[in-house]
C-alpha cells in the first residue's frame, strides 16, 4: 500500500492532467485511507469549487484549518471562496491569515489588495502591491495594480515608474501602454503621453479605452476638436463605455452644447448606472439647461442620493460641552483646497474667521496637492489631508476632532464625498458655495443661502435641505491679485454698443440664447461677444447658432478661452454684460463689477437663477434685474441710451463692490459665524 506522499502524488498528477473525476477520486480514497490530510483537502475543495459545489469545498477548507491552523493554502483558498461571493471583509481576514502563515505568498498579497481597492482603501492597496512586487519583480500585473494605487493616491511619479515597469515587462500589452499615457497625462508630460497612447494604438487601433485617453490627454492641451474625435471614436468602437459617454458629454458642454451633453451623461447611466460621480456630472449639467423644470432637477438630485446615499443609522453622540457659547469646531471638507475657482472663496473664510469664536478644520479631498493648498492648509488651525482616504477613514478623522459644524464646499462638483456626509459625521452638517443647488441628502441639515436666492416660500420645495438664509449675501467676491485698470466706457468712443458675456458657454441655454439674439436684433447699433470654449468647432457652432436665429454675422463675435492674464482685460471691451439664465454667473459677475461693467440679469426662481439678483441688489444696482427674458429686452435698450450713467457708474463701481456686502469678506463671515452659532443654540434646545 502506498504511503500518504505517494497516493498524494498520484491525486495530483491526475488533478494536474485535467482528469478532475479520476483525481477526486483518489483525494477522496487518500482521505478515507489516511484521515485529514491537509494538501488534500486543499486541492479536493479547489475541484470543488471549479464544479461550483462552493459549500462543500468551504467545509473542506475549514477541516484542513481545524488540522492545521495556519496552513497559508487553506486561508488561501478560502480567502478566494469568499472574495468570489463578494464577502470582502471575511476573504480579507483570510488573505492575512495566509500571509502570517506565509509572509512571502504573492498571490495572497496581490487578491488582499484587490479588496482593498474595491473598498477605497488606497493606502492599504498601495502597501499590498508593493509586497507584490518585491516577492515577485517579474509581476507585470503587479506593477501595473501598484501603478494604479499610487496614480488614484496623488503619487503621480511613482505611479508612471510602476507603469513603465509594467510596460517594460509586458511591451506588447497595449493596456500597460495605454495606462502609462493616462498617468503621464495626468502628471503633465501631454507630450509623452500622446506618444506612448498612440503606440497602444498602433498595437490595437480599434482599442476604445486608448481613443478615451487620448481624447482626456488632448483635452487637458486644449485640443477641444482632437479630443471630440477620439470621444465619439470610443464610443462608436465600444457604445457601451461609458466613461467615454461622460467625457463625450463633457466636451460637449464646454462648447455650449448642453443639452447634447445632457443626453451623453444619461447614455453614460445607461452603462454604468452605479457610477454617483458620472450622475453628479449630469446633475450639474441639468442646471445649465433651459428644457428642464427646477421640480424635476429637484427629483433627480433626490433619486441620486436614494440611489447611492441612504440615510445611515444615527451615530452616537460625541462627548463633548453643549455650551451654546463656547468656541465651535468647524470644518469645512472640498476638494478645491487647491488652483480652482472655488479656492479664493475657502481663502476668504479661513483668513477672516474669528478664532476666539470658531475653530477651523479644514478637510482636503485633495489628489494633487498645489502651491495654493499649502497656502490654504496654513490659514485653517487644523489641516486634514484625506485625499484618496476611503470614507470610513474620513469619517472617523471627523468624529475625532469633534467637530460641531461640518460645512460641504463641493455638492455635486467632482471630487465630491457626498457619500461620507451620508454618513452624519457630524451633528450638524451644511453646504455652501461650492454647488448652486441641493445635495439630495437628507444628512445635510442646511443649505446656505440668502433671503433674495432663496425667497421665503418659494424655493423650499426644492431642497432636502433646510434653507439657512444668512442676512445679506451667500458668498463673497475676492477681488484678483492683477491690477488692471477700469478703462473709459467703450461706446462713447465707438459706433457700436457691445454686450458681453464672459461665462461657461455651457451655461447659454437655449432660452438664453434666443433672447440674446432677440435682444441684439430688437435694437439697432449693438453687437454682441461672448466666450466660446476652446473648441473651434464649438466657436463656430456657437455662432451659427445665432446667426440661424437672425443677427447679421458682423453683429455677433464667439471668441475662444481667453488667456488667464488677459482675462481682465477682455471685460474693457464691454459695455455692459449680459447674465446667462437658467445659471446665472458667480464669480465672473463680480470680476465683470471689478472692471466697472454693470450685469444685466434676468431673475428666475431658483437660487442659480437668482444669483444676478442678488449680486446686483448687494451692489444697489437693482435697474439692471429683469423679471422675464421680454423686459430684458426693454431694459437693455433703456440702458443703451443712459451712456453717461453708464460712464460715471462705471468709474465707480469698483469702490461700490468693494463697500457693498459683496465685496466686504469680514462682514460675511460674522454673518456666517453668527448664522451657525444660532443653529447650534437651536439643536442644543
Not at 461571493?85 to 502563515?101: E, I, P, R, S, V
Not at 460637449?252 to 447614455?267: H, I, K, N
Not at 461657461?504 to 432677440?518: F, G, Q, R, V
Amino acid at each position: 500500500m502506498p504511503d500518504v506522499n505517494e497516493a498524494f502524488a498520484a491525486a495530483l498528477a491526475r488533478h494536474q492532467a485535467g482528469d478532475i473525476v479520476g483525481a477526486e477520486r483518489l483525494y477522496r480514497e487518500l482521505l478515507a485511507g489516511f484521515g485529514s490530510h491537509t494538501p488534500t483537502l486543499c486541492n479536493l475543495g479547489v475541484l470543488l469549487v471549479q464544479g461550483d459545489r462552493v459549500e462543500e469545498a468551504v467545509g473542506l477548507y475549514n477541516l484542513a484549518l481545524a488540522t492545521t491552523p495556519d496552513h497559508p493554502d487553506a486561508h488561501f483558498n478560502l480567502g478566494n471562496v469568499y472574495r468570489r461571493g463578494n464577502q470582502l471583509a471575511l476573504a480579507a481576514t483570510h488573505y492575512q491569515d495566509c500571509l502570517k502563515a506565509n509572509p512571502r505568498h504573492g498571490a495572497a498579497a496581490y487578491n488582499l489588495g484587490l479588496i482593498y481597492s474595491a473598498v477605497g482603501d488606497l493606502p492599504a492597496t498601495t502597501e499590498c502591491y508593493r509586497l507584490v512586487v518585491k516577492l515577485e519583480p517579474g509581476n507585470a500585473e503587479g506593477h501595473a495594480r501598484l501603478a494604479d494605487a499610487l496614480v488614484r493616491g496623488g503619487h503621480l511619479a511613482d505611479g508612471v515608474a510602476s507603469f513603465r515597469a509594467a510596460s517594460k515587462l509586458q511591451p506588447d500589452q497595449p493596456r500597460h501602454l495605454y495606462n502609462l499615457g493616462l498617468a503621464l497625462a495626468n502628471s503633465g508630460a501631454a507630450a509623452e503621453a500622446s506618444e506612448t497612447i498612440t503606440r497602444a494604438l498602433k498595437l490595437n487601433p480599434d482599442y476604445a479605452e486608448a481613443h478615451n485617453a487620448m481624447g482626456l490627454n488632448l483635452e487637458a492641451q486644449g485640443r477641444k476638436d482632437d479630443a471630440l474625435f477620439h470621444y465619439q471614436k470610443a464610443v462608436q468602437l465600444k457604445p457601451d463605455l461609458a466613461d467615454a459617454w461622460s467625457n463625450l458629454g463633457t466636451n460637449l458642454s464646454e462648447q455650449g452644447r448642453c443639452d447634447e451633453a445632457v443626453e451623453c451623461l444619461r447614455e453614460s447611466l445607461v452603462h454604468k448606472p452605479n457610477a454617483p460621480a458620472i450622475f453628479s456630472n449630469l446633475l450639474l449639467l441639468l442646471n445649465y439647461t433651459s428644457k428642464v423644470t427646477p421640480a424635476e432637477v429637484a427629483r433627480e438630485h433626490r433619486a441620486w442620493a436614494k440611489r447611492f446615499a441612504p440615510p445611515a443609522p444615527a451615530a452616537s453622540p460625541v462627548p463633548h460641552p453643549h455650551d451654546p457659547r463656547r468656541r465651535l469646531r468647524v470644518g469645512y471638507l472640498s476638494p478645491d483646497f487647491r488652483q480652482h475657482t472655488v479656492s479664493s472663496f475657502i481663502e476668504l473664510l479661513l483668513t477672516h474667521h474669528n478664532r476666539d469664536q470658531v475653530e477651523v478644520y479644514a478637510y482636503g479631498s485633495v489628489l494633487r496637492p498645489d502651491e495654493v493648498t499649502a497656502r490654504l492648509s496654513q490659514l485653517a488651525d487644523h489641516y486634514r489631508p484625506v485625499g484618496g482616504l476611503p470614507d470610513e477613514q474620513v469619517y472617523a478623522a471627523i468624529r475625532a476632532d469633534r467637530i460641531d459644524v461640518l460645512i460641504d464646499l463641493a455638492g455635486h462638483t467632482a471630487g465630491n464625498r457626498l457619500q461620507l456626509l451620508a454618513a452624519r459625521p457630524a451633528p450638524i452638517q451644511c453646504t455652501l458655495f461650492g454647488y448652486p443647488n441641493t445635495t439630495g441628502l437628507a444628512a445635510v441639515d442646511y443649505r446656505i443661502t440668502d433671503p433674495l436666492s432663496d425667497p421665503e416660500g418659494v424655493t423650499e420645495s426644492l431642497a432636502t435641505e433646510a434653507l439657512l438664509r444668512l442676512p445679506e449675501v451667500p458668498w463673497c467676491y475676492a477681488p484678483p491679485q492683477a491690477d488692471v485698470p477700469v478703462t473709459a466706457l467703450p461706446c462713447l468712443a465707438k459706433k457700436w454698443f457691445t454686450f458681453g458675456c464672459l461665462n461657461n458657454p455651457a451655461k447659454i441655454s437655449e432660452a438664453c440664447l434666443a433672447a440674446w439674439t432677440k435682444l441684439v436684433i430688437s435694437i439697432p447699433g449693438t453687437r454682441l461677444v461672448v466666450l466660446g470654449g476652446q473648441s473651434n468647432a464649438g466657436v463656430k457652432k456657437l455662432a451659427d447658432r445665432f446667426v440661424q436665429g437672425g443677427i447679421l454675422r458682423d453683429r455677433v463675435e464667439v471668441i475662444s478661452r481667453v488667456p488667464k492674464d488677459q482675462y481682465f482685460e477682455a471685460y474693457q471691451r464691454f459695455d455692459v454684460t449680459l447674465d446667462p439664465f437658467p445659471y446665472n454667473g458667480g464669480v465672473t459677475t463680480g470680476d465683470s463689477l471689478w472692471m466697472g461693467v454693470p450685469v444685466l440679469t434676468v431673475a428666475g426662481n431658483t437660487y442659480v437663477s437668482r444669483q444676478g439678483l442678488m449680486a446686483n441688489a448687494a451692489v444697489g444696482l437693482p435697474e439692471f434685474v429683469a423679471d422675464s427674458p421680454e423686459s430684458l429686452i426693454d431694459l437693455a435698450r433703456d440702458w443703451t441710451k443712459r451712456r453717461d450713467e453708464l460712464a460715471a457708474l462705471r468709474a465707480g463701481l469698483r469702490a461700490r463692490l468693494l463697500a457693498s456686502p459683496l465685496g466686504d469678506a469680514p462682514r460675511y463671515v460674522r454673518n456666517l459665524e453668527n448664522a451657525l452659532r444660532e443653529v447650534w443654540a437651536k439643536r442644543l434646545g
